[in-house]
């Protein structure tokens, strides 16, 4: 691995277009048993309390949320903890 990086971290890959000259995120990364893998843009779907019939779906929002969902469902990980500012 190119980094030095720890089992479930995350890395955000950012390439500069040559067209506009700006920063555009060309992928989402996780360690996992040692090795890099893609992090697919995937979505967390819940029955309301209020309503069995009722299902809600929340999607990500931002490149930090797309990882944030990803470690919520990901069920090796067993202590699980999101911070913010």
């Known amino acids: 691995m ?8 995350y890395l955000l890959v950012y390439t500069k277009s040559e067209r506009t000259q700006k920063l555009e995120l060309t992928g989402h990364y996780v360690v996992k048993h040692g090795k890099l893998q893609k ?23 931002n490149d ?12 090796e990980v067993t202590i699980k903890l999101l911070t913010g500012t």
């Open 39 to 61: 992090v697919s843009r995937d979505s967390i779907s819940f029955k309301s309390r209020k309503s069995s019939e009722k299902t809600t779906t929340i999607y990500p929002r």
């Open 64 to 75: 930090e949320q797309i990882c944030a969902v990803n470690l919520l469902k990901d069920p």
């Open 2 to 9: 190119p980094f030095e990086m720890q089992e479930n971290e």
